[in-house]
């Protein structure tokens, strides 16, 4: 071969066929003699459900069934993450529902719009009971419980045993109480599954970016052995974390499916999407960082509240484990102290959201780090570099024990420094300033560092057929990544067949036989990591072959145009569908790989708004992200998701929140109330890379898909800030919307209060824990 594909532009393969609307989703599915289910939600977000009557629905043209929790007596879905077993949720709402959109009864029929008809006339009656939306006011002594076994809303919560001694020999301590609010996934598909049922066992097509996990989940939800389920999932229209485990509406198609012995499906609309599909983020935190006058920082101490929504949502075990894994972040910190509770309200559960947890710590951090430039008077970046790791200290343990692999997390600074032109941008901003006008400039930065690749391991499969295409086949599960380009980059690269010869399989659990999916960035660095292993090996057999055929040294034989031949002897060849032919068995291998451990992508974004003081309205400029997710694969694909992910990132600090009233009712469940970026409210975007390999797996990869959005968020929010500090502000909680901006232009907002009591009663992490405190963290 003449050069290498790997780390050249190399356009996505998968893009033809979904340009062309030759993508296949759940909701295309044409299954035969398919019935369709509909859910009747709960209007009240906390209530006992005193009785249900299907009659008039059973009635209505073409219905077939309608159930109750009590009909259908479906087991407990398996959740994707157990926070508290004692807060489990019912597929279908039993005695009680605990947020407004719970289903309650599934109907059943022919068509959609007869299911759409026939759940107006379901009868439920309910007796209202009082809700709590407010994870702080959940902590409350006197705050309506969700479980009153429980005795409390705590699901679960530790703390450190160090507290305020965290911040002893500070000069100056600066602190906030910070809210990282509740954001909706908002992917373009919703949650879609159709399950047929059939002598050989049951086939589930399903949006999921975890087909194998939620096979694994319906196994053991409903008692079936592994080889009587198939799961498939064919093009996913986006996940973000949001479709990731099997959900209670999952569970009742199935349940129905099987009841009825018919194909059953169900595509989630947007309103239920909003709705029900898990939020993300949802952290209230209390954050302490004591430095010293020259700007050393001593100690930090953080108080976290994470809202776990109803039923204990996987949202509530972050606050406990990413944001306090990454509560260090970029910095020399040498004493940490970490407190974490998981809040029940009666509000749709909390899942997870691109980044799950490692946003929130470094928004936490990035925030204090600019408040104390503020009480120093630093240039933010300064501050930064102060205290930034040094490259020659990796690896390195953190104060919480968190083990970075490799970092440099000056170069990107220095970089996005450089291609923002900061200088000249602060010249600018006293200019405006200056001269008294009404639009401010804001320059904000962040510096970060996150955790990918971490759990498990992933396999993959490489074959060269008697045709000498190639085949790839890997436990991992694509939904707009790229995977099926980055993987054949590899193959290629490896066997020489060209790209347009290799076939990708994914997604299906009868044609991979394991894999854990996609989430967490792993995807290329351990999933591309087994396609290449597993490719080296179909290599090294290839060439023992082709030595044989050729009489030549193994040593001597390279990749040549088609197959395999002796180097220095173009004529010497053999080809692939020759060696096949000459193999004992398939020329196939595969790989199970396990990483040496999880890597830490890092970077630097810096962001320009421009705050109109009249009317509080942030437009934003510039964004320049410079992000090392280690030996970058394909630079095309690492710009789509930096871009991607700036936007989410963005769209959080500027305008997406979802919000309850007192009640719980949500009052953002459209797309007419909750705010999400069109292209024409996004500037520019400016990307570069540095890259800084892992010594963890072959190809020196981290991951990518998340890094722009945890850089992103904490840089627009530190921008909005730095236009208005000189007035006096010190913090802007998310969204920066023009009312917000508005009133801290007017009244700045306190920057502090006490937190929750509760944090004095939480066990102490790793600590026996009593009868008492077993009753209220399991």
Not at 54 to 79: C, F, I, K, Q, S
Not at 603 to 617: K, M, N, R
Not at 750 to 766: H, I, Q, S, Y
Request: a negative charge.
């Amino acid at each position: 071969m003449v050069g290498s594909l790997l780390g050249n532009e190399v356009p996505r393969v998968e893009d033809p066929e979904l340009l062309r609307g030759r993508g296949s989703y759940v909701g295309n599915l044409d299954i035969d003699g398919a019935l369709h289910v509909g859910f009747v939600r709960s209007p009240l977000a906390h209530a006992l459900i005193t009785s249900i009557d299907v009659t008039e629905a059973l009635a209505a043209p073409g219905v077939v069934a309608a159930y109750t929790a009590a009909d259908l007596d479906l087991p407990v879905p398996r959740p994707f993450i157990v926070l508290n077993p004692e807060c489990a949720r019912p597929a279908l709402a039993t005695d009680r529902v605990r947020f407004a959109g719970e289903p309650v009864v599934a109907v059943v029929g022919e068509i959609e719009a007869a299911v759409a008809d026939a759940l107006e006339l379901v009868d439920v009656d309910y007796e209202p009971l009082p809700a709590v939306a407010d994870p702080e006011r959940a902590l409350e002594p006197d705050a309506p419980q969700q479980f009153p076994a429980l005795g409390s809303n705590v699901a679960k919560g530790e703390r450190d045993a160090a507290g305020a001694e965290v911040l002893d020999g500070a000069d100056v301590v600066v602190r906030l109480r910070i809210e990282n609010q509740r954001v909706a996934v908002v992917p373009m598909e919703g949650n879609a599954i159709a399950a047929v049922p059939g002598d050989d066992g049951l086939t589930v097509h399903v949006s999921t970016q975890m087909p194998h996990g939620l096979r694994d989940s319906v196994c053991d939800t409903f008692g079936l052995p592994a080889e009587q389920v198939r799961v498939i999932a064919s093009h996913v229209g986006g996940a973000f974390g949001g479709k990731a485990g099997l959900g209670a509406e999952h569970a009742v198609v199935i349940g129905v499916a099987r009841e009825l012995g018919r194909p059953a499906k169900w595509v989630e609309t947007r309103s239920e999407n909003m709705q029900a599909m898990p939020h993300g983020r949802a952290q209230v935190q209390y954050a302490e960082l004591g430095l010293r006058r020259d700007g050393t920082f001593v100690g930090l101490r953080c108080r976290v509240v994470g809202d776990s929504g109803a039923y204990a949502g996987f949202g509530g075990v972050l606050p406990l484990t990413a944001t306090r894994m990454m509560a260090q972040g970029v910095y020399r910190i040498p004493r940490i102290g970490y407190d974490a509770v998981a809040a029940l309200t009666n509000t749709t559960p909390v899942g997870a959201f691109r980044g799950a947890g490692r946003p929130e710590a470094t928004a936490m951090l990035e925030r204090l780090v600019d408040l104390a430039a503020i009480e120093l008077d630093v240039d933010p970046a300064e501050l930064r570099r102060r205290n930034f790791l040094a490259p020659e200290g990796f690896p390195h343990t953190t104060a919480v024990g968190t083990e970075y692999d490799s970092g440099d997390y000056d170069r990107p600074l220095t970089e996005a420094l450089r291609l923002a032109g900061y200088d000249d941008l602060r010249a600018e901003q006293a200019r405006r300033i200056e001269a008294g006008e009404h639009l401010l400039l804001g320059i904000g930065l962040s510096t970060y560092v996150e955790i990918t690749g971490g759990g498990g391991g992933e396999y993959a499969e490489v074959e060269v057929h008697d045709d000498g295409r190639a085949t790839i086949r890997v436990g991992t599960s694509s939904h707009g990544q790229g995977h099926a380009t980055s993987f054949a980059m590899l193959v290629s690269d490896a066997l020489g067949i060209p790209m347009e010869s290799i076939d990708f399989v994914q997604s299906d659990t009868a044609a991979v036989p394991r894999g854990e999916g996609t989430g967490g960035s792993r995807s290329l660095q351990l999933g591309g990591s087994a396609v290449r292993q597993a490719g080296e090996l179909v290599l090294k057999r290839a060439k023992e072959l082709a030595a044989e055929q050729l009489e030549a040294a193994v040593e001597d034989i390279e990749p040549v145009g088609g197959g395999l031949g002796v180097a220095g002897a173009p004529a010497a060849r053999v080809s692939w569908p020759e060696l096949v032919a000459a193999a004992d068995r398939p020329l196939a291998e595969h790989v199970d790989f396990k990483p040496a451990g999880a890597t830490f992508p890092f970077g630097a974004h810096v962001s320009v708004v421009e705050v109109d003081v009249e009317t509080g309205f942030v437009r934003p400029l510039r964004h320049i992200a410079v992000d090392d997710c280690g030996r970058v694969l394909n630079p095309l694909i690492v710009r789509g998701q930096q871009h991607g992910g700036v936007v989410q990132g963005m769209a959080q600090a500027l305008w997406e929140q979802m919000s309850f009233d007192a009640d719980g009712n949500p009052e953002t469940a459209t797309l007419a109330d909750y705010a999400i970026p069109s292209a024409a409210d996004v500037p520019g975007l400016e990307v570069a890379s540095t890259e800084t390999p892992t010594p963890l797996n072959p190809l020196g990869a981290k991951g990518i898909g998340e890094a722009a959005t945890i850089g992103a968020t904490p840089a627009v929010q530190n921008a909005v800030v730095d236009a208005l500090r000189h007035l006096g502000v010190r913090h802007v909680d998310m969204p920066a919307t023009p009312q917000r901006v508005w009133e801290a232009i007017r009244n700045a907002p306190p920057l502090w209060k006490e937190p929750p009591a509760v944090f004095d009663t939480l066990p102490v992490r790793g600590a026996e824990r009593g009868p008492e405190a077993d009753q209220a963290v399991v």
